[in-house]
């Protein structure tokens, strides 16, 4: 070992080295003094070991003082120095080395706190193997440009964000999502960067590089969270405020009274909130740590906090409890064919961007029937397009072209939000949506169709009413009903049972009408369920419940459910590792579609909560007992330090199981 | 010109001492704004760099027993 090296090894474990050799003198003057008549010698060996420990602390509370503020360090070193005065020196030695060995070990721990983050980071390879002039080349990741192509091969770490390009594979996203099974990626997928591409070689056009990826802004976020105070803490920091003078005056006051410099001394250094300010932030910390490990981004010990009270988890349905992927699951004409049914609804959803249309857009176009009434319109679009059309379709033309499918464009169409849509086209009106939306238009529904409705409804369907009223005719026709269904997600059967065995209340918000809604909560197991409600009544329900005594959680996606997340106690997002909105929203977001976080994030709050208790509890009994114990002189300086000590270690320690739960 | 620096300190043993820190990190020469978080570790600092000596922040934290990195 070089000169060079040496020196840095003793740099970075200087406080190691110093705490035992600290220890040894205190251990061996100890015993001379113990085994020995040599008082002077063990005396000498004593002052060693205060003045080895000390010397650090001391000229840190030299810094302090020069920086003009009372630190612990000024308090350790002003009781030594009276130890020593009094001739106290195994007291002395025994505080300096105390003090010393808590410090060391309480920086230690709370380093693998602050180090469960960067173990994230390092997720990140520093390298990307870029195309560039036609010839690939090793370059730093945080060089790659946007738009530029990186290459990784099976095995490798993702570099950058970015658009798969060519190639296949699946990719491990536990590092940014928590996922623990591999997610398949092809052309026109988000990848990650710290993701594992396990499969196949892969092409990505960069969107993001250095610290614009997803993992580095979650890690911001994160740490965001962990810097932000939770109200025990500045509780407690405003406790301290009061509290830290109150133990200067009692000191003073002991002073005042027995003239025993030592006692005060001693009332000064372990009557240090130590314990009591520590507790609550390594909890949080740990807490959002491990979360964030698990595809969970907690926004702060606030929301973490709260989260530990909430006794009702709302679920928004589609998209949560479903898959969010519906599908037409039958139709029926009734006076006309299927077909010609769906092609009517075609029609009038072709703009109408909600997911039912969108549902029945993607069957028109598989099934590619011809549009009713012959040949004056053109036929189904066979060409490939986005469910929502954006309206760069607007010119498809109307007139048949032999060839081309279109499903053509409605002259006129009415969204009435939560009912469904009105359209012309044609000469023609063609409604499609719920009864009440026939209702209000005066509409009358045959038995066989309302017999059919309820069928598929009982299934936990969603039906809608295909109404057709001809050109130049005065009455409207139901010829139809398409059945719709959104399937369960598998694990939401579970994940609500896991909650109900938390003792937390399940309800359901959805849109669907009471039967559709009912059959759904069946299957699910939900508790309650709230049916029929437009996006706005949705936030009233949240309100309603909160009026009942419940600490509400909403579960949702983030940007649909934007509003009800914002009035629930807890708004927890769905999803969130792309979309920066459903993160900015909610107090908690699932970087994946995984239902089954819910539970262990509710869960891993309740025991945040009750770490926070135990290590507050813990703190104040252990000062109240070491207050008690020094004004009646059971607790000495150097006792004293070793309890203090103790419980700090013993909090932190509790604190951080919360990192292994 | 104001600019923006980081470091990271892994070893504060408490937030106390973390303040303190912060207190000396404020009272060097052309600091305008610093904020030390205790919980992370992180250390921000905003100075003029006409005035202020940036290898003085690393040194006022190394005063106080602990060792910074650079981010």
């Known amino acids: 070992m070089d000169a060079q090296s040496l020196t840095r090894w003793y740099r970075t474990h200087r406080k190691a080295i110093v705490v035992a050799v600290s220890g040894l003198l205190y251990a061996g003057g100890w015993t001379l003094g113990y085994l020995t008549a040599y008082d002077t010698a063990s005396a000498a060996v004593l002052l060693l070991a205060a003045i080895a ?7 840190a509370a030299y810094h302090e003082v ?14 030594a120095i009276g130890a020593i005065g009094i001739g106290a020196y195994w007291e002395a030695a025994a505080v300096v080395f105390l003090f010393a060995l808590g410090s060391y070990l309480e920086g230690r721990t709370m380093r693998k706190t602050r180090n469960a983050l960067q173990e994230l980071l390092e997720m990140t390879p ?16 945080r060089d790659v440009e946007d738009g530029e192509i990186v290459i990784v091969k099976p095995g490798e770490k993702v570099p950058v964000d970015g658009d798969v390009v060519d190639g296949e594979s699946a990719v491990n996203q536990a590092p940014v999502t928590g996922e623990s099974a591999p997610v398949h990626k092809a052309d026109g997928d988000e990848v990650y960067a710290g993701t594992i591409n396990q499969e196949g070689a892969l092409e990505i056009a960069t969107t993001g590089a250095g610290s614009d990826t997803t993992l580095q802004r979650i890690i911001r976020r994160v740490e965001e969270a962990q810097e932000a105070q939770s109200p025990t803490e500045s509780l407690i920091d405003r406790f301290a405020t ?6 200067i005056v009692l000191s003073i006051g002991a002073y005042a009274l027995t003239q025993n410099a030592i006692l005060s001394l001693t009332l000064l250094v372990i009557g240090c909130p130590g314990a009591l300010v520590i507790g609550p932030p390594v909890s949080i910390v740990s807490a959002i740590g491990n979360a964030a490990r698990s595809g969970v981004l907690m926004k702060g010990g606030e929301h973490l906090e709260r989260a530990g009270t909430i006794d009702l988890v709302a679920f928004d349905k589609t998209g949560t409890l479903t898959k969010g992927e519906t599908a037409v699951a039958d ?31 993607a069957a028109a176009r598989e099934r590619g029937p011809a549009v009713p009434d012959g040949g004056r319109a053109a036929a189904i679009e066979a060409e490939e397009q986005g469910p929502s059309d954006d309206g760069t379709a607007a010119a498809v033309p109307t007139e048949t072209d032999a060839t081309g499918r279109a499903i053509p464009d409605a002259d006129d169409f009415d969204v009435i939000p939560g009912k469904g849509v009105v359209a012309h086209y044609d000469g ?25 409705v309820r069928e598929r409804e009982e299934r936990g369907e969603t039906a809608v009413h295909v109404v057709h009223r001809a050109a130049g005719a005065s009455a409207h026709s139901v010829v139809g009903v398409i059945a719709l269904r959104d399937e369960l997600r598998e694990a939401a059967p579970d994940v609500v049972a896991a909650l109900q065995d938390q003792g937390i209340r399940t309800v359901m918000l959805t849109g669907d009408n009471e039967r559709t809604a009912a059959a759904v909560a069946e299957e699910v197991g939900i508790d309650e369920y709230r049916a029929a409600l437009l996006p706005a009544d949705k936030q009233a329900a949240i309100e309603d419940l909160q009026a009942e005594g419940h600490v509400v959680a909403m579960v949702g996606d983030g940007i649909n459910d934007a509003p009800s997340l914002a009035t629930a106690d807890v708004g927890i997002a769905m999803g969130a590792a792309g979309t920066d909105t459903a993160i900015e929203t909610a107090d908690m977001a699932l970087m994946a579609d995984d239902l089954q976080r819910i539970p262990y ?6 025991a945040t909560r009750w770490n926070i208790y135990e290590n507050v509890g813990l703190a104040v009994l252990t000062v109240a007992l070491l207050l008690a114990g020094v004004l009646t002189s059971y607790v000495t300086l150097a006792s004293g330090m070793l309890v203090h000590e103790a419980s700090v270690l013993a909090v932190i320690g509790n604190g951080m199981r919360l990192l292994r739960y | 010109m104001s600019e923006t620096t980081q470091l990271r300190v892994l070893d504060f043993d408490c937030p106390s001492c973390a303040s303190t820190v912060e207190r000396a990190l404020d009272r060097v020469e052309g600091v305008e704004d610093v904020a030390v978080h205790f919980t992370t570790g992180r250390v921000e600092i905003d100075y003029d760099a006409s005035v202020a000596d940036p290898d003085e922040f690393e040194r006022t934290v190394e005063n106080q027993g602990y060792t910074p990195q650079p981010v």
């Open chain 1, 331 to 361: 139709i029926e004409g009734f006076g006309v064919d299927e077909e010609d049914v769906l092609a009517y609804a075609a029609i009038a959803e072709k703009k109408s961007e909600h997911h039912l249309g969108d549902a029945i857009l």
């Open chain 1, 53 to 59: 420990g000390g010397y650090d602390i001391a000229s």
């Open chain 1, 601 to 606: 994030a509710v869960s891993l709050s309740k």
């Open chain 1, 242 to 247: 009061y509290y830290t003078p109150g133990v």
């Open chain 1, 126 to 141: 520093d390298t990307a193997t870029v195309r560039r002039d036609g010839e690939q080349r090793e370059v730093p990741a």
């Open chain 1, 66 to 79: 020069k920086s003009r503020t009372l630190g612990i360090k000024t308090l350790v070193t002003l009781a």
């Open chain 1, 428 to 452: 023609q009106q063609i409604v499609v949506g719920n009864r009440s939306l026939l209702e209000e238009r005066g509409i009358d529904v045959p038995g066989e169709v309302a017999e059919y």
